[in-house]
């Protein structure tokens, strides 16, 4: 078998709050990231400090192991838990690149990894400018002779050896302009989706929310029959869909979008706002939840702090605790009346489990969704009339 040819280490600081399987979980969803882009990890290096190092963000000590590792294997790709400052960048770029003109081992945090993914994954004008935006916001102030997205920007390829201060301070304005020129597109393409916003008016509208891969494009599938991608994969959904769906006889309108994740990147969700109106205009929220992982409660948390970040937190919410059918523990079956009132002691009125793939508890879900559409739909009609209740005498 061939040796992968794009290796990663991950890197981490243990700061005292943070337990070691915490760390262990979060290098594991870095891993996860890295395997989107097509990056294979193949160690990994924590180090326990008050704070992370302000200098090189590692101790010098454990800066050492790195670079003697880096080289060994000829590892292309230095991923770092965590944002780094332009300062830490630079100076861990000196030390990890001290011989060659050309950029031999490439640094990412947790930022840069995250909006790689984005750019990858985007396929609609908006969300494509949108994250070139984000990217563009990111770079200006972390520009060095190294540094390679860039090019990827502008659609080149490789590094520019040799390049020196003057490339850089050109670098510089480019990007200046370049975040001038997306935020008037962005300008353009937010009246058009205002435009298309209104013509929903009077019409219920629920949007799937959730940290990223906990299976709402498959619920999505499901309750709208939908073709929507669904894939086993990190932000495998990065544009809105939305699709009408009728239940009863009560038409509502259905929305997915981007999933959230541990420091979701400021400059994205800052971007990604007019995208993220889906979400902070609709009725009600499904808060998608995969219920057999192993920290879901901290994921929750997440999702339910990004949704106060973007003005989406006293929506009216069902939590749907999903992958029931991988839900266990040691001493045997999961008691799901007890974690109702877990669940309920915690904020949430109504929760519900159900498996998206297994199609299991799907039409008790079906009925909660109906239940609350029919609350807003009566106040945006108040004469509707539910037929599937009148009777017929026979």
């Known amino acids: 078998m061939n040796k992968p040819t794009n290796l990663a280490i991950l890197v981490a600081v243990s700061v005292p709050k943070c337990r070691p399987e915490e760390i262990e979980e979060h290098l594991d969803e870095m891993a996860f990231l890295a395997e989107t882009i097509g990056i294979t990890t193949i160690g990994r290096f924590t180090q326990k400090l008050n704070n992370p190092d302000v200098r090189t963000f590692v101790g010098k000590g454990k800066l050492e192991e790195i670079k003697d590792f880096v080289s060994a294997n000829q590892v292309q790709n230095v991923l770092f838990d965590d944002d780094l400052s332009p300062s830490q960048l630079r100076n861990l770029e000196k030390e990890l690149n001290k011989t060659g003109e050309e950029m031999a081992v490439r640094i990412y945090d947790r930022s840069l990894l995250i909006l790689d993914i984005f750019l990858m994954r985007a396929q609609s004008a908006q969300a494509r400018t949108q994250v070139e935006l984000a990217m563009n916001q990111y770079l200006l102030p972390r520009l060095t002779r190294m540094w390679t997205h860039l090019e990827r920007q502008r659609g080149g390829t490789g590094t520019r050896g ?93 929305s997915d979008t981007v999933g959230f994740i541990r420091k979701l990147p400021h400059h994205l969700i800052e971007s990604f706002k007019s995208t993220l109106d889906e979400v902070r205009e609709a009725d009600l929220l499904l808060h998608i939840v995969d219920s057999a992982h192993p920290f879901h409660d901290n994921q929750i948390e997440v999702v339910k702090k990004t949704l106060v970040e973007i ?77 599937s209740l009148l009777k017929v005498d026979e």
Not at 337 to 346: I, N, P, S, T, V
């Open 311 to 387: 003005d989406a937190g006293n929506i009216r919410t069902i939590l749907v605790l999903n992958k029931i059918d991988r839900l266990q523990n040691e001493d045997g079956p999961v008691d799901l009346e007890a974690l109702h009132g877990y669940y309920r002691q915690h904020g949430f009125e109504q929760v519900v489990f159900v498996s998206a793939t297994k199609k299991e508890n799907i039409e008790a879900l079906r009925q909660m969704i109906f239940d609350e559409v029919k609350k807003k739909h009566l106040t945006l009609y108040p004469n509707y009339v539910d037929y």
């Open 162 to 254: 040799g390049s020196g201060e003057k490339e850089i301070e050109t670098d510089r304005r480019v990007v200046r302009d370049q975040i001038s020129k997306l935020k008037e597109e962005l300008k353009k393409i937010d009246k058009q989706r205002q435009t298309q916003r209104k013509s929903r008016e009077g019409i219920v509208r629920v949007a799937l929310v959730g940290y990223t891969n906990v299976g709402k494009s498959t619920l999505m599938n499901l309750l709208s029959k939908a073709e929507v991608k669904a894939e086993n994969k990190l932000f495998a959904t990065v544009d809105a869909t939305v699709r009408k769906v009728v239940l009863g006889d009560i038409p509502f309108l259905l």
